[in-house]
């Protein structure tokens, strides 16, 4: 008989790059800052040290840079929201889209002068298909991984990357193993 197993946090979400650090680590600085308001129920927010939701892509920037430059988090989380409206508002691929990309692209480069030699990863959610997504087809399934750092080969990976592997990236950076339920692998091997 298969049973089934609840993957659940200590918030009882599923476990998180934020919960599993914490009960590691509890000394650890985290802090997110994030553009989509929705982004505060998907983390265990009391494992935070800060976190903030900061409306449009350009002031949670800012926020994000003040905030490394001030307090030095160990992990911080940052999330821009504007290329996401430029799908579903003018649809995936549209020129509208693109010049929205580019922009956050300027804005992500002020993020990674300051974080100066830390680790950093950006990545997207998910992409698109007109002005929705969720489908099963590569346009909405296949999203940029930028990895950057200190402990990082540069060169394009080869292996396939899924965004499952994100969070144990993220965790054995730290030294920390992932929560037994998560399926990834760690890009840094």
């Known amino acids: 008989m298969y049973k089934r197993q609840l993957c659940k946090g200590p918030e009882g979400i599923y476990p998180n790059v934020f919960g599993v650090l914490k009960a590691a680590k509890p000394k ?15 983390f265990d927010r009391g494992a935070a040290t800060h976190a903030v939701h900061v409306l449009k892509s350009e002031e949670t920037t800012k926020a994000a840079v003040e905030y490394w430059n001030t307090r030095k988090p160990d992990f911080l989380f940052v999330h821009l929201d504007d290329v996401d409206h430029a799908g579903h508002e003018h649809a995936w691929e549209s020129a509208k889209y693109f010049e929205e990309a580019g922009r956050i692209d300027g804005l992500v480069g002020m993020l990674v002068e300051a974080a100066g030699r830390a680790l950093v990863i950006v990545v997207s959610d998910h992409g698109g298909t007109d002005k929705k997504h969720g489908n099963a087809n590569m346009n909405d399934l296949q999203i940029p991984v930028i990895v950057a750092g200190p402990k990082v080969k540069q060169g394009e990976m080869k292996a396939a990357v899924n965004i499952y592997d994100l969070a144990p990236t993220i965790t054995g950076a730290f030294g920390v193993a992932g929560d037994d339920c998560w399926i990834g692998k760690s890009l840094l091997r």
């Open 28 to 42: 650890l600085h985290l802090a997110a800052i994030y553009d989509w308001d929705g982004f505060g129920r998907l």
